[in-house]
């Protein structure tokens, strides 16, 4: 029996009292120079919140003591919610005052309670959580050690306002350290880290590391988010030297004992500017209308093995981000983009799924083979689309069309089996020479992109079947079922808004209603609320499946280049790999963290850059006008989404010039006191920028112009213009009685 089976049985024997460390080792008849091992052990399991530290550095089982270890995920209010290892359990709720000095994704101890009862928060009756609450009681580990923020001065003091508006608390520098070069100045860009804080009600104090520069100087907005999240830009020099060692070719003694498929018709499409390609296919029709099928990913466990030290890099790293201006790449590009890409006529190494499917798409057969390949051909999706859009020319491009048609018999038989439609269009943000934004493209999720998303999908899919079968254990790709109490309420306003939701908490009802909304005015509108309400998806160590796309059994296989998950997984079905529950739970809630790390520093490049030129049109006085779509409305006013920039943004209720607004809960809109004008969800409003918030990263607009939704009839009666001496009448409208018309459904 290992260590950590032996702690565990000790922790759960019914008289075993609370023990430190010591009188664990002493109880464990081990001597003290194993005592070593059991705190590294006792550290590991604390981590992985399969055991608690109390308050006395005392030990013991999560369940005994109500007390649960995991990452806290904060929120703009102070609050936050609390997840842990063990994807089938709860997250719990944590409101802003039982949440001590812990920040974003955090390994914290929480101490469970009852559901909180209602409270108000800003004047408006918030509902208790559904799930359990708690409390934080410890900050187990940090996630970050530094933190950055805008340098601010008072009379006596210089403080930091942080970035991330997660972090509710500015940081104050009692004593600012100004002989460094260049000296700190007020409103710049800083890098601190947090050296005291005692509690919640005190304001934490630091010291200042770097200085990064003005917020208006060339790249200080991207180094400011790469300093943020703590993001790697450079690798170890070992870890060059180890992948200059690999060379530039497959060799021979690579290619041995591997199946030779370099005479397939395989094809490669990927994002015009990609650099890394892991994924390629080829289809060939055979016997009885059925279909071969042929996934190929780049072999990444082949180069890279375990414990060397690209390996420890990559781990540590976790994915590739993709930044507006650069990526920050898993793997040196010795081997993300040269010896693991698989360019077009050149050898490489792969690991291959073959699938025997029949004409309707129905899985017959899947095999697992080592291979080496070597691809005839590297499309972007927009050339394999005109190619989809005319009648093909030679055999490359009819394999194109033969794989698109059984891409979608995929896809439908996908969405019949209960899986979301929830694609929303992708804004890709375009930058000239000085960095500022030049375009903002609208990419589709069309036939070309959906060829292969079916096909990856079915491979992801293929090898956790596989795992299944064997038995053995594996990082999975989870995703959990929705909030129900975010459901009800999306459901009702959806009856606001004259739509039948049916009951959303059923996965094919919500996929129905979701398809039934193609072509529909009010089609992002739910899709994003849908969104809202859905959990996000991790690693875990349970195969608890996959919600959004109704998979019992799903992985991540498809991209070694770009994320360590698919590695591991990798190395377990093609080199029978065993990794112990502990390591694989700890690579889990690592890759886990990275990967929103990761995400949000993606999504705050964008932002800054969008926000940075809506600025730019404020500070010249000439600002732009854009088409805005309601998607919820609140005491405060709309919330719109900005069509042609891909941003958020909010309309003040008050700010809004054509009328008095006053929200009405019952009908899910604003409507107005003397015109009668409504706004409400779906609506398409002319707006412009009003203001920026670039340390809150908040854009707020003001209406130039209303244009009412399609098939929603307004109500344009006016007020009648008083008489002499008489008092105008502010007294509510009649409310329009008439039954809506309802959109007409898009033909398919």
């Keep these: 029996m290992n260590l950590e089976n032996r702690l565990l049985r000790l922790l759960g024997r019914k008289q075993y009292v609370p023990s430190g460390a010591d009188d664990i080792t002493t109880k464990l008849e081990l001597g003290q120079a194993q005592a070593k091992d059991v ?142 070069k260049p000296k700190a100045k007020r409103g710049d860009r800083v890098v601190v880290e947090i050296t005291e804080w005692p509690s919640r009600h005190n304001a934490p104090e630091g010291k200042l590391l770097e200085v990064i520069g003005s917020p208006s100087a060339p790249g200080v907005d991207i180094e400011s988010v790469i300093r943020q999240y703590e993001l790697p830009t450079r690798f170890p020099d070992s870890v060059k030297a180890e992948a200059r060692r690999l060379g530039a070719k497959v060799t021979e003694a690579d290619r041995k004992g591997r199946r030779d498929c370099r005479k397939h018709c395989v094809v490669t499409i990927d994002p015009v500017d990609a650099r890394d390609f892991d994924d390629a296919i080829s289809l060939e029709r055979i016997e009885g209308r ?58 490489r190494l792969a690991r291959s799924v073959e699938f025997v499917l029949s004409g309707n798409g129905q899985v017959e057969q899947a095999k697992f083979h080592s291979t080496v390949i070597c691809s005839k051909r590297r499309f972007s999706y927009e050339e394999a689309m005109a190619i989809l859009s005319r009648e093909p020319a030679g055999d490359i491009e009819r394999m194109l069309h033969d794989a698109h ?79 129900t109490e975010k459901l009800d309420d999306l459901r009702a306003r959806a009856a606001l808004m004259g739509l039948r939701a049916g009951n959303l908490a059923d996965q094919k009802q919500a996929g129905k209603f979701l398809a039934g909304l193609k072509g529909h005015l009010l089609a992002d509108v739910f899709r994003i609320g849908y969104l809202r309400c859905m959990k996000r998806a991790c690693y875990s160590t349970e195969p608890i499946g996959h919600y959004g796309l109704a998979k019992d059994d799903y992985v991540h296989f498809t991209s070694p280049i770009r994320r360590y998950a698919d590695l591991i997984v990798h190395r377990i079905v093609y080199q029978h790999a065993k990794l112990d529950d502990t390591a694989l739970a700890t690579a889990a809630d690592h890759i886990s963290l990275t990967e929103r790390n990761s995400a949000d520093a993606e999504i705050d490049s964008k932002i800054i850059k969008l926000l940075t030129h809506l600025q730019r049109q404020l500070d010249r006085k000439k600002p732009e006008t854009y088409t805005a779509m309601v998607t919820d409305v609140r005491h405060i006013g709309a919330m719109v989404d900005i069509t042609e920039l891909g941003l958020k943004g909010l309309v003040k209720r008050f700010s809004m010039s054509d009328d008095h607004y006053r929200f009405v809960p019952e009908r899910g809109r604003l409507i107005g006191r003397q015109r009668g004008n409504e706004i ?6 002319k707006v412009e920028i009003e203001a920026i918030d670039l340390q809150k990263k908040q854009a707020d607009f003001r209406v130039i112009k209303t244009k009412p939704s399609e098939g929603k009839k307004k109500n344009t009666s006016r007020s009648r213009k008083p008489r002499r001496g008489q008092k105008p009448d502010h007294s509510p409208k009649r409310r329009d009685t008439q039954k809506q018309p309802k959109a007409k459904r898009r033909q398919k």
Excluded at 106 to 120: C, E, G, I, K, N
Excluded at 322 to 346: A, F, H, Q, T, W
């Design 39 to 180: 705190r590294a052990e006792l550290r590991n399991l604390v981590r992985l919140g399969r055991v608690v530290r109390l308050p006395d550095k005392c030990f013991a089982l999560p369940g005994d003591e109500d007390l649960v270890a995991g990452r806290i995920l904060m929120n703009r209010r102070g609050g936050g919610r609390v997840v842990t290892t063990d994807a089938t359990q709860p997250s719990i709720d944590i409101a802003p005052n039982a949440a001590r000095t812990a920040m974003h994704n955090d390994r914290v101890l929480v101490q469970v309670d009852s559901p909180a009862p209602t409270t108000h928060e800003r004047g408006r009756e918030r509902r208790a959580p559904s799930g359990p609450s708690g409390r934080v009681v410890e900050v187990l580990e940090r996630a970050r050690t530094q933190v950055v923020g805008t340098l601010e001065k008072s009379r006596q003091l210089w403080y930091v306002v942080p970035s991330d508006p997660r972090i509710t608390h500015d940081i104050y520098l009692p004593k600012l350290d100004q002989s460094a």
């Design 405 to 483: 048609r059984l891409a979608q018999k995929l896809r439908q038989a996908r969405f019949r089996a209960g899986a979301l439609d929830l694609d929303m269009p992708e804004h890709k943000v375009l930058l000239d020479a000085k960095g500022r934004l030049s375009e903002v493209r609208r990419v589709e999720n069309d036939v070309s992109h959906q060829l292969i998303e079916e096909f990856m999908l079915l491979a992801n899919e293929g090898v956790a079947k596989e795992i299944k079968r064997r038995r053995v254990k594996a990082i999975h790709r989870v995703h959990d079922k929705p909030d």
């Design 680 to 685: 409400a969800p779906g609506d398409q409003l």
């Design 290 to 347: 059925r279909w071969r099928l042929w996934v190929h990913i780049a072999d990444v466990s082949h180069y890279v093995t375990p414990k060397s030290a690209l390996d420890k890099e990559a781990r540590q790293r976790g994915n590739s981000t993709y930044l507006i201006d650069r990526v920050i790449p898993m793997l040196p590009e010795e081997l993300s983009n040269e010896l693991c890409s698989l360019k077009p006529g050149v050898d």
